[in-house]
């Protein structure tokens, strides 16, 4: 006698489990990863203070600028041209 053979998965069945074993194969690795980027992620954002470098050169009739000289500031919206905004910052010497 022979013992009956298994009866093959019909191919949708098989697709069905295929698809399942991928969804917790990526489940598996994704959420220690999702887990480590919440733990490092920072608690809150932090605003970036008003204090900045001039990283430039000041001239005067194209010799470096040495001395005591005023300091105006101004803002503009793009490089060139446009109207000021704000006043005028001025720092005396």
Excluded: C, E, K
Aim: net charge positive; proline share 11%.
């Amino acid at each position: 006698m022979h013992a009956p053979s298994p009866t093959p998965l019909p191919p949708i069945a098989f697709l069905t489990a295929w698809a399942r074993m991928l969804m917790l194969m990526l489940m598996l690795m994704l959420t220690p990863a999702l887990l480590l980027m919440l733990a490092l992620a920072p608690a809150h954002a932090v605003a970036q203070g008003t204090a900045f470098t001039y990283q430039g050169r000041l001239a005067d009739q194209s010799r470096p600028a040495n001395g005591s000289y005023d300091l105006q500031f101004s803002l503009f919206p793009q490089a060139s041209g446009g109207t000021r905004i704000g006043a005028v910052l001025s720092f005396p010497s």
